[in-house]
């Protein structure tokens, strides 16, 4: 079998395929903008996504920190209240202390005043008053002062300790005036 081949000159057949070359090329080309075209699309679509994306982030961290910063700052308030109220607490106890030792101070002073005799005799008449004239009396007892007087299972305090203490509650509602 014989083969016959055909050679035509290589300028004749680039000649003649020159159309079809041409046409590949203009459809690889076409093909390359169309590919080109779609990756920018898609890329732009990406990019603002992400874009997008990182912005809610932004934002859902600026709320946390706000929502953080003003439950921290609520959070110390609080706490400066807290500890206001605490130093005022400890400042009125203070000075309720010295307010019943001060009263207590003045009370047991009562038996260096010179009337301090007068008003023995005056609490001795009112515990009879109250007991009878059977009443047991104990007078200027130490180290509270004052008197004190029982019969049978009844007794009568008026030492100096518990007459400064009743004075000190007479003036309670007064005294807790002052703190408001």
């Keep these: 079998m014989t083969v016959e081949l055909h050679t ?3 300028t004749e057949l680039r000649t003649a395929l020159d159309p079809v070359r041409r046409a590949l090329i203009a459809d690889a080309h076409h093909r390359a903008d169309q590919l080109v ?3 920018t699309t898609e890329s ?3 990019v603002d996504e992400a874009e997008c994306g990182a912005q809610r982030a932004v934002d859902r961290a ?5 929502l953080a910063a003003s439950a921290a700052a609520d959070q110390e308030l609080a706490r400066a209240n807290n500890d206001a109220a605490s130093m005022v607490l400890a400042t009125q106890q203070a000075a309720h202390q010295r307010l ?3 009263t207590h101070a003045a009370f047991l002073d009562l038996r260096d005043h ?3 005799p007068a008003l023995l005799d005056r609490f001795a008449q009112l515990a009879r008053a109250q007991l009878g004239d059977g009443a047991t009396i104990e007078r200027d007892a130490e180290p509270n002062g004052g008197i004190t007087a029982t019969t049978g299972s009844q007794l009568v305090d008026y030492s100096l300790p518990t007459l400064a203490d009743r004075a000190l509650h007479t003036l309670a509602d007064r005294v807790s005036q002052a703190w408001t």
């Design 8 to 10: 035509e000159r290589p």
């Design 37 to 39: 075209a779609t990756a």
């Design 44 to 46: 732009e679509a990406v």
């Design 62 to 66: 600026v709320e946390h920190s706000r």
């Design 100 to 102: 019943v030792s001060a």
């Design 114 to 116: 010179p009337n301090y």
